[in-house]
Structure formats: C-alpha cells, structure tokens
C-alpha cells in the first residue's frame, strides 16, 4: 500500500531556496507519477507540479515554472522538490500525493489515501 511522508518545509526569506523530500513506502517510485501541491491560508489546495513515470511530460503550475525544479531519487523511492526564489505568495502546506499518471494538476485521480500528511512552508522576510 502506498504511504507517503513529506519532509523539509520551514521558514524561508523571500529570494531563497527550500528543498522539499516526498518519500514513499510501500511501493516503488518509479511505477508513479507524483504531484505535488500546496494549500495557502484561507485558500484551495492547488496543483503545484506532477513528476511523471518515465516516457511521460512533467508538468508545472504557471507560478512555479522556471523557479522550481523536481528529482527523482529511486534507490531511496524518494522525490525532491527544488524551490528556487521563493516569494511570500509560496507560503502554504504542500503536499505529495501518488497516482499512476500525470494527466493533469487537479486532485482528481488522486485517491484520498494516497497523500501525505504535509509540510509547512513559510517565505517571510
């Protein structure tokens, strides 16, 4: 069964760097698409990117794109998220969750269990 576990949230200045881990137990990373998305305040959870199995696109939300960048890390089943010049308006829980493909950034497709918990970002100066 497909479990999980977020890691490496915390406080950030405007302009750094966060490095997100997502690591997955229970399965193998390489047979899933991964994407991952964050909640603001007083706001819907969004679709921030997605990290496809092999042969397939990544896929990036417009707000995100050319700041944040994803690796995969298979001998340790764990996936990274980059987050480059972070700015306040990144601030938020963000969370990975498991599917077989990518197909879009909504959360549909991705089965309530297959999400972890969450880490909190914050970008303040």
């Known amino acids: 069964q497909l479990h999980l576990e977020e890691s490496g949230g915390g406080l950030a200045q405007p302009g750094g760097s966060l490095t997100l881990s997502c690591a997955l137990s229970g399965v193998t990373l390489d047979n899933w698409a991964i994407g991952w998305f964050r909640q603001a305040p007083g706001k819907e959870r969004e679709g921030v990117s997605c990290?496809?199995?092999?042969?397939?696109?990544?896929m990036w939300a417009d707000a995100v794109k050319g700041r944040f960048s994803m690796s995969r890390d298979n001998a340790k089943n764990t996936l990274y998220l980059q987050m480059n010049d972070l700015k306040a308006e990144d601030t938020g829980v963000y969370y990975c969750?498991?599917?077989?493909?990518?197909?879009?950034?909504?959360?549909?497709?991705?089965?309530?269990?297959?999400w972890g918990q969450g880490t909190q970002v914050t970008v303040s100066s």
């Open positions: 990290s496809p199995r092999d042969g397939e696109q990544p």
């Open positions: 969750a498991g599917r077989r493909s990518c197909l879009s950034l909504t959360e549909l497709g991705y089965p309530s269990s297959n």
